[in-house]
């Protein structure tokens, strides 16, 4: 008997207004993977994460994660299903008026009756997995990007999701903290036994991580497969995404008229 | 040159729609704040630290704003009261001006410069860094845990602090009307006693500084949850809080004056 996926995109479309930015996204993604989404920017894997977790309402289509459509929820049962999501944002979105400990035990303190001496050894587990449990009494504006990062990522694990979702994790990291956070969104899925949705453009730091990757472009998936497929492929796009080329299928000039024409002929207003 | 007229009534039309459908969204916004106000009652130490932060850090502004309204108030009363030879009345000039009007009006224009647009900015600031996301995506919702606790905290605020600026007032009011130009202290204060009425005159202006207190807090925090996520947005929106706040204060402030005080 087959296994359910724990998240399932089935034909999603979404618009804003009358632009599309997702057409016809199909995925699965089982418990204990770790999946990467993949594609330029502006490519509509910010708003895949934003419809998985019901920030967004899809045009057509679905989005169901453990077996609920995400936008048929009311309120009571999306806040029910996010307790069980964990999401990274890109850079860290921590509370600024909060210390470390205390963002990390925020969701313990909002959702929870525990007492605050579990509270405490809970957040230092937390904080101790990511590697940071001696920064516990700093506030947010004391730690460098990557450590910001780290501490997101221990509070998005607070309750121990089933489904982590992580926004650009690598962006803006030097070589040495984006080996870690890879490492760690690794690491923490295998040991939760959740499933790991990764959106980024680092494609070297996320194939050493991911079992699955999909890649989109202008809001279709143009490609999908394992790391090593990927990195086999020769489909033009993923090959110049993948080795990071100038020119391609994405063209280096953005669509103009002639340079001949644009130069000899257009005089621009000066106001 | 009719393309242009059509052009200018076109986007006249446009943001007249756009200023009746924010208005709406801010009732609604109004009303999802009173739904969701359940939080910030039931643990009531969200909304204490949000009254210190808006309430007791704005105290040092409003006081002494409050001593220089009064001290301005005692030299131009007695001033005036003098050339028609009751000068006696001074502790009853100051004393209804501040309770009534410049109590109220000042301490909610000054609230709205000083508390108002610190509360626009900082929950502007929270939603472009994404904390207001990361809440949400938490299964907290925003309104009940960031906005609902800053609204109460300003609404509660606001009569206490219209309350310690008119005593300022009235105390500076007495330095300069007693002891700087010699008005006899005991006309002073029993004048006062005898003429300020609880219900028209102090209750009147408690309700008064309350119903400015809404005003700010409503409009401080929708502008920040309104505001475009980007340092232009929300130092736009910052700007706008104090404005629309001062405007919709010195406006509210006639209508209420006009069904409080009809010279009966």
Redesign the interface.
Known sequence: MPVEPLVKISNLSFAYDNRPVLTGINMEIHRGKVVAIMGSSGCGKTTTLRLL?G?LKPTSGYVSVGGQVVHELGDDAL??L??R?G?L???G????DMSVYDNVA??MR??TDLPDQLIHDLVLMKLNAVGLRGVHHLMPSELSGGMARRVALARAIALDPMLIMYDEPFAGLDPISLSIVGQLIRTLNDALGACSIVVTHDVQESLKIVDYVYFVSEGKIVAEGTAEEIRNSKAPYVHQFVWGEADGPVPFQYPARPYGDAILREVPRVH | MFTKIIASIRGLGRRVTDRIWRLGFASRFFLAIFLHSGTSLRRFGLTIREIYFTGVLSLIIILVSGMFVGMVLGLQGYDTLQRYGSSEALGILVALSLVRELGPVVAALLFASRAGSAITAEIGLMKATEQLSAMEMMAVNPIARVVAPRFWAGVLSMPLLAALFSAMGVFGGYLVGVKLIGVDEGSFWSQMQASVDFREDILNGVIKSFVFGVIISWIAVFEGYDAEPTAEGVSGATTRTVVTSSLAILAADFILTAFMFRGA
Do not use: D, N, V
Request: glycine share 6%.
């Open positions: 977790g920030q806040y029910a996010r307790r999501m999401m944002f890109q850079f979105a921590l509370f600024t925020f969701q909002e959702h």
